[in-house]
């Protein structure tokens, strides 16, 4: 076994993969520490799947250094599988079995016991609340309670690391802050965990670092807070009832530009509350009203803007391979 | 313990598993079980007086039809039953649960082994079913225990072979509709040898085919067990084919359970 910096779950140096002539990895590097929630952030079709699949051992790399949870992904795949959980994209969980018969296989192949795994189930179902449950057929679950099986299942051997592969994709907003708090559990008991998602807003409440997947490669990477300091995404929009009024504010706020078909004014801003009041104060001074004002945080679009200088939507074409490597180093550069 | 009793012990977990599934999926069973036992009575009411009279020899009736019949019924049965196997096999490919299997420390070929147990389990339960109807509608074997016991081991080896043969189809299935047609042919092979009809009255070309196809050694051997006649070297044909078929098999299956995640 190679020797690696012992604070590390997961390194990647040079991960490369490609399906014939499409490459999906182009080079990735990735230090993910012990204890720490990390996510690969990225648009369908990035690689975020790609990558997990080849940490997780399901599929072979072409190239590249990895070490998952202090062994060689190559040399020691066995070691690795028994150190992870691993709850994919699509559910894992078996549809003719019960819940409770899905957590008692998992036991079983984790070689628990028979009375460990029967402790051990009874206390998943009691967490992840489907108790109710646990003697239907799994075919019977909502999709929140597959989700939420899918992930007891993963803990059933206690893993020190898990990969969650959009874990909320597709849930509706109430299961997505129940598995936003299950997530938050494991984590404050000091498991490891590699989430991959398409929502910033997902990153943002639950990673400690945030990795920018794009074209097979990380362009940026940071925490939330560094990656959003460097997003102009976040303005406040002013709604104004006629030009005049949307004049005068063009004045009072200066080096703005009216859009005058719409009436609206758009001002950089970062959401907090003392540029909000310091704007609307400009405004009672200048005497006038907007008729409307929202607030816009950036959204992974703008974070795809800033950091590859193209939108999220149009991953999937592959003419899109002409963004400017120089600019995408400069981001890159952390 | 040891990487053999590990593995020995996921392989029966994924066998109750497998069982678990056979249970909750009744109407598979139901409907894998219900074709022999139609194909039974068609031929022995229907068909059999006639088909009777045209048995080589002195050429009997209905009676001595039904014991003619019964060794290709009960193949047809094991062909019906690895139809079965094919489409669990696909549906447990096409459902994450496999992806699952895959990164866990667990024996690989476990998932497998589950599914040609359970698989097997099914066979023979189904062959004893419809051979207790044959019994009730007048089949009379006159095998001694030795004889049953080489019947039973000839029938265990054979649905061994198909249902490996099985499990490969169902992997290269792209679709659970695709792995329920592919092995439809094992169920055609039986009619299509010596299981229900002597090859002698067949024409030149479909007669070469039927007596050099792997159900023809099977069947003449089950007869000549099960009717106390001398089974010649159709004993050894039927062994090496079974042999051979599961060999083959499990080698394509294996290398195709593996393939799968290259992408």
């Given at each position: 076994?190679?020797?690696i ?14 399906f014939?002539?499409?490459?999906v990895?182009?080079g ?5 520490q ?33 070490q998952?949870?202090g ?26 079995l019960?819940?409770?018969?899905n957590?008692?296989l998992m036991?079983?192949?984790?070689h ?10 009874a206390?998943?179902?009691e ?6 449950a646990?003697?239907?057929p799994v ?9 939420r ?18 874990p ?15 997530i938050r ?12 998602t ?13 990795a ?15 990656l959003?300091?460097r ?24 080096s ?36 409307e ?12 803007f ?14 899109q391979?002409?963004t ?10 952390r | ?6 593995s020995?012990t ?6 109750r598993?497998?069982?678990k ?6 109407s ?6 219900g ?24 050429g009997g ?6 014991n ?8 047809l049965?094991?062909?019906m ?10 549906m447990d490919?096409?459902?994450g649960?496999v ?5 866990m ?10 599914h040609?147990l ?7 339960a ?17 095998a ?36 329920s ?6 169920t055609?092979?039986?009619m ?9 009255s067949?024409?030149a ?32 044909a039927?062994?090496?084919w ?8 499990y080698?394509w299956a ?10």
């Open positions: 076994m190679t020797a910096p012992s604070d590390s779950a997961i390194t990647v140096a040079g991960l490369c993969k490609s014939g002539e499409q490459t990895l182009d990735l590097d990735l230090d993910v012990q204890g720490t929630v990390f996510s690969l952030l990225g648009p369908n079709g990035a690689g975020k799947t790609t990558v997990v699949r080849i940490l997780s051992t399901l599929i072979p790399a072409d190239a590249g250094q990895m998952v949870a062994h060689d992904l190559v040399q020691e795949p066995d070691a690795v599988r028994a150190a992870i959980g691993v709850t994919g994209q699509f559910s894992a969980v078996d549809g003719l019960t819940g409770a018969e957590l008692g036991a079983d192949l984790h628990l016991g028979r009375a460990a795994g029967r402790r051990r189930v206390e998943l179902l967490r992840f609340d489907l108790v109710e646990a003697s239907k075919s019977s679950y909502s999709g929140g309670m597959r989700r099986l899918d992930l007891a299942m993963t803990l059933v051997a206690r893993p020190r690391l898990i990969f969650l592969d959009e909320t994709t597709a849930l509706d907003p109430r299961s997505r802050h129940g598995m936003w708090a299950l559990e494991l984590v404050a008991e000091g498991v490891t965990v590699f989430l991959t398409q929502y910033l807003d997902e990153a943002d409440e639950l990673a400690d670092r945030i920018v997947l794009d074209h097979g490669r990380i362009v940026a990477e940071g925490t939330a807070t560094a959003k300091r997003i102009p995404g976040g303005h406040v929009r002013l709604q104004f009832a006629n030009p005049h009024s949307l004049d005068a504010a063009a004045d009072a706020l200066e703005t530009t009216p859009d005058e078909e719409t009436l609206s004014l758009q001002i950089p801003a970062d959401g907090s509350v003392a540029s909000l009041r310091a704007l609307l104060d400009r405004l009672d001074r200048a005497q006038v009203e907007p008729v004002l929202s607030i816009h945080t950036p959204d992974l679009d703008d974070v795809f800033a950091v590859t200088g193209h939108s999220s939507a149009n991953q999937d074409s592959t003419d391979r002409g400017d490597p120089s600019e995408a180093a400069e981001v890159a550069n | 313990m040891s990487t053999l009793a590990y020995l996921d392989s029966a977990t994924m066998l598993r497998q069982l599934h056979i249970l909750r999926y009744p598979m069973t139901l409907m894998l079980l074709m022999p036992i139609i194909f039974l009575l068609l031929f022995v009411y229907v068909f059999g007086g006639q088909l009777g009279a045209g048995l080589p020899g002195n009736g209905r009676g001595d039809y039904v003619y019949l019964v060794p290709g019924i009960l193949l049965t094991v062909g039953a690895v139809n079965g196997t094919a489409v669990s096999v696909a490919m096409t459902e649960i992806d699952r299997f895959r990164t420390a667990i024996a690989r070929v476990s998932v497998l082994t589950g040609v359970g698989s097997l389990i099914q066979a023979v189904s062959l004893i079913v419809v051979l207790g109807i044959a019994l009730a509608i007048g089949y009379r074997p006159t001694g225990p030795l004889a049953w016991l080489a019947s039973l081991g000839v029938l265990v080896l054979f649905s061994f072979a198909l249902i490996w043969l099985a499990v490969a189809l169902g992997l290269t299935a792209k679709s659970v509709e695709t792995a047609n592919t092995p439809l042919p094992l055609l092979l039986p299509l040898g010596s299981g229900f009809v002597p090859t002698d067949m024409p070309g479909l007669r070469q085919f039927a007596e050099y196809q792997p159900f023809t050694p099977v069947a003449d051997t089950l007869r000549g067990l099960l009717s106390g006649t001398p089974v010649g070297g159709s004993v050894i039927a062994l090496a079974s042999l051979g078929i599961a060999l083959v098999s080698l294996k290398r195709l359970y593996n393939r799968r995640y290259t992408r």
